[in-house]
Nanobody
Framework: QVQLVESGGGLVQAGGSLRLSCAPS????????MGWFRQAPGKEREFVAA????????YYADSVKGRFTISRDNAKNTVYLQMNSLKPEDTAVYYC??????????????????WGQGTQVTVSS
């Protein structure tokens, strides 16, 4: 069973930057599609970004395009989310996830089968 661990969350002022990391245990995900999702209190978990198995294709939610960048370093078995120009509405728990084999959608959380515990990101005004 693959386990994912997120790190890098914290408190930052609006306009600032933060980089999240996701590392696996149990098995590598070198050719797996990986995604980032976020969930604010009382809201549904929503898609943020995804990246293909070798990092040649990426996909972003409209709300973060131009501000966030997803990347991966397969030699380190690590996926990153670089977040720039942060806004208070970006405040949420951020989750790393691995998409199931044969998945179709980049953004449907039902297509992802392994999840991390999440890391808190708080953006102050």
């Amino acid at each position: 069973q693959v386990q994912l661990v997120e790190s890098g969350g914290g408190l930052v002022q609006a306009g600032g930057s933060l980089r999240l990391s996701c590392a696996p245990s149990g098995r590598t995900f070198s050719t797996d599609v990986m995604g980032w999702f976020r969930q604010a209190p009382g809201k549904e978990r929503e898609f943020v970004a995804a990246i293909s198995g070798i990092g040649t294709s990426t996909y972003y939610a409209d709300s973060v395009k131009g501000r966030f960048t997803i990347s991966r370093d397969n030699a380190k078995n690590t996926v990153y989310l670089q977040m720039n120009s942060l806004k208070p509405e970006d405040t949420a728990v951020y989750y790393c996830a691995r998409r199931l084999t044969g998945g179709i959608s980049w953004s449907d959380k039902r297509e992802y089968n392994y999840w991390g515990q999440g890391t808190q990101v708080t953006v102050s005004s």
